[in-house]
Structures are given as C-alpha cells and as structure tokens.
C-alpha cells in the first residue's frame, strides 16, 4: 500500500455531516418496535385459540407488556389531570388506510361524527357516540362488500372512556345472538393502549375484527370487514395487518394520555 | 442498559459504526439508515444486548444485515418504504480519500472487504473479527494478506484508478 495508511485517512475524517436522530427518538422508536413485536406475537397466539376455542374466554386484565405505557393508561387517582376535549386538526386518523374507496374511488376522509358500519357483539351499533365530547371517523368501502371504518371519540375524562370500553368488553364476553357469533375476544395493554378486540363470525363465513383502543379520555373504534372468520391464519393475518395500519393512528393519541405527548 | 447508558453508547458510537458500514457496503446515505435503525432495535432488544456484552458489534452487525437485506430486496425490485427511518437526507460530497478507498474496497470479494474494515477501521484484533464474522482466526488472517494485497494495488495503480460510480480513468 501507499506511505500512507488510507484507513487513519478514512477515519480522520469519517465523522463529517451525518443526521443522527435524537437519541430519545431512536428510544421511542425502539419502544414502539418492541410494544409492536410484543403485540403480534400475543395476538397471534391468543386468536387461534380464540377461534379454536369458538367461545368467549375469561376476561384477561392485561396482555403484552406494560412496560413504560402505564402511564397513557390509568392515572392514580391523586393528581389532577386537564384532559384534552378536542381531536387535533392535524390528527392521522385515516392513516394507514387505503386512499381511495373500492366501489366508486372517491377519497377515504376523516369527517366529525360517526354513522355505525357494523353491528356490535349483541347485534347493535358497533360503537356508540352519542355521549362523546368530539368525535372523527372515516370509512373505506370495498369493491364489492365490505370495509374499514375508524371512529375516534374522546370523552370527559379516562373513566368515562374507561367505563365505555369496560361495557364494550362485557358485551362481547356475554353475548351471541342468531344472526352474529362472537368467535371471541381478548383484552391486552398493547402499543401504550388499553385494548378490547373481538371477532363477529357469520354463516357465511365472513368476520369483521372489532377493536376499541383506549389512550387516557381518548377511544379508537375500529371494524375490519374479512373473509375466514373461523380460519386460524385468516384471523391472524387480518390482525397483523390492522396492527401495522393503525400504528401511527395510536402513536397519535398520545396527545389524550394523562401525560401527554 | 439504562437511558443515559443508551444514550452515551449511541452519542458516542453512531458516526464510527456509520463510518464502518459506509465502507463495507459502499453507500454512507445507506449506511446511516441501516446504523439508525440498528440503534432503534438495539433499545428494543436492550435486554439480550446486554447480555450480547459487545453493544457495538451488535449494532454493527445489525447494520451490516440490513444493509444486504436491503441490497436484496432492491434487486429483487420491491424494496418497502421504511417507515422507522428518518426522511431521506443527501450527504455532502466525501473527500477524495474516502471516494478512493470506498472505491477500491468494493472492488473486493465481500468477505475479504469486512474483514479489512473490521480489522482496520474498528481496530478489532482478528480474534474479534473471526468471532464477529463467525470463521476460523486462520481464514480472518489470510482475509486481511489477500485483501490488504489487492487493496494495495487498487491503490496504487494509475491505470486502474477507480472513480465514483464505478468508472476507470485511463
């Protein structure tokens, strides 16, 4: 090689004009990753034996990891918290949604107030507003049948969106009606929210995935229109992917957390 | 490893670990999205880096796997958009020197092109790099005789004085 060591020359001056995100957003990040790995991994296992099952199992407190999250779920009791009464403008709520609608390609937008897509566990409205302070939603439509749609209410403080969330998962534990079958439910603590998911299976083989995320005084609702609604891997993929579109929407609702963001 | 532990090891070993990667694979805009990345699932994953004992290996290798994931994945014409990276930066211009050892490195066989920067950029001794590159210490050390020979005469001949995007001067 040359007289001079080209890697001392290389090291010298390797150091210049780099973009390093903040260290406390490389940790935030990684938080996220982990809560999401977690998740999946919890999710998976839990609906295929939800489904193997094809009754409601007993209601589990918490699942995934609460690590770090417990904070954007439950205040003590002994702090005086301001909620947040108002959905940001800005707030992504279709993000991860498609863009267009399938059956007439008109733009998916978010617009206050929500008009139900789907029944709940007891055959009524899915998700109920009427008693939310503000509430954003936003619907696709399929080519043929049916969809995605996401409502996001906030309500006066966290227990009152907690008490709503409460009912919604003691519905679904209890109740099968003849036109919808509740395949199943689970409650975990995932992606730094308080989650109730259920699956309302039909005859015909068609599912839709319920999930109501709570952060603080804030409650994602979401429907997931699918097909195999007593397949293992049908059930699994519909919640991978809802979980990867929904991500940024729950990063989003931080802004409603006792600590917020 | 706590957050100010993290934070130190990240401050403290991103532009070095950049730097490595940039000459294993070519590419330093590249290099940095895979070391940024690599940071972000080091914190995810803390508990088995602690017990991995060498955080920056880890990140290193990381990086250097996700670089040839990607590599891969741009040949095979569908390569996803990240959604953990940050926006796309453009880098200033490097300086000759960087050009013409990037250049002359990836001109050589991969093994032998990681087994120089590991050697000679991280300083790791080649017992570190036969365990970070998982071959015999005898197979590390005829690398570094084969690679530094090659790399010598890329170096030095005019006639074969690479520039970037692969061109040759005459």
Redesign the interface.
Known sequence: MSDHDPFETFKATMSTDLHPLPAHEVRRRGDRLRRRNTALAVAGGTVAALVAVGVPVALTQTGGTTDGDSGLLATDGTEAVTWRTEIPADFPLTAGMPETNGHDGSPVVAREGYEPQAVGPCSGPAWDVSDAIDSLSAVYTGETQGGQDRVLSVFEDEAAARARVDALAAEAASCTTDRVEVLGYQRVVEDGADVVRFVNGYDTGEGVLHQASRVGNAVLYETTYFNGARDDTAVTSTLENAAEDRARVLDAMCVFAADPC | MD?VE??DF??SS???V??QV??MIGSRDEA?ECV?EA????????RSLDRAGHPEAWVRTTAYRLAVSRWRRVVKGRRPGD??L?AA?T??PP?E??V??VA?LKELPEAQRRA?VLH??ADLPVHEVARETGVPEGTVKARLSRG?AA??AL??DPTTDTLPGGATSV
């Open positions: 957050e993290f934070d990240y401050t991103y532009a070095r950049v730097g940039h000459a940095e940024q940071f972000v699932r080091a914190w995810a994953h803390r959604r953990a940050a930066t880098s200033a300086s020197a960087h013409a050892l002359a120089l000679h950029l530094r790399l010598a170096l030095t």
